[in-house]
C-alpha cells in the first residue's frame, strides 16, 4: 500500500498584520528624522522661537517620553479594547500631529504638545505590533 503523505495546510498570514509593523517602523523614524532636522536646524528654531540650548532639547525629549508613556498605556489598551482600535486610534493621533505641524505654529509651547500628541501615537502603535492579535 501506497503511503498518503498527509500535509497540514498552514494558515496564511492575514494581510493586515504587517500594516502596523509599517506604521512603527515609520513613527520610529520619524524620531530619528525629526532629531536631525532638529539639530540641523537649530539655530533657526532658536531665534524663531527665542529660546535657549535647553528649551530647544525639549523637543527630542517630549517625543521620546510621550513614545515611552504610551507605550505603557496602549499596552493596557489593547487588552481592553483590541489591538487594531489601538492602532488606528495611535496612526490618527500621528498623523493629525503631522498636519498640524504643516500650519507652522509659531508658539514654542504648542509645538513641544505636538511633539507630544506624536510621540503619544508612535507609542500606540507601537505596542500593537509587540502583541500577537492585531
Not at 520619524?30 to 533657526?44: E, H, N, R
Not at 500631529?97 to 502603535?125: D, E, H, S, W
Request: proline share 2%; glycine share 10%; charged share 10%.
Amino acid at each position: 500500500m501506497a503511503e498518503k503523505i498527509v500535509q497540514a495546510k498552514l494558515k496564511k498570514a492575514p494581510t493586515y498584520v504587517i500594516i502596523p509593523f509599517i506604521c512603527t517602523c515609520l513613527a520610529y523614524m520619524t524620531i530619528y528624522v525629526g532629531m536631525s532636522l532638529v539639530q540641523q536646524s537649530a539655530v533657526q528654531l532658536k531665534e524663531w522661537f527665542g529660546v535657549g540650548d535647553t528649551k530647544l532639547s525639549f523637543i527630542g525629549t517630549a517625543l521620546t517620553l510621550a513614545l515611552g508613556v504610551c507605550e505603557l498605556l496602549g499596552a493596557s489598551l489593547v487588552m481592553k479594547i483590541g489591538a487594531k482600535k489601538v492602532c488606528m486610534m495611535g496612526l490618527a493621533l500621528h498623523v493629525v500631529a503631522g498636519g498640524l505641524f504643516l500650519t507652522k505654529p509659531t508658539n514654542f509651547l504648542i509645538m513641544i504638545l505636538l511633539r507630544i500628541l506624536q510621540g503619544c501615537g508612535a507609542g500606540f502603535v507601537s505596542c500593537c505590533v509587540m502583541c500577537r492579535n492585531v
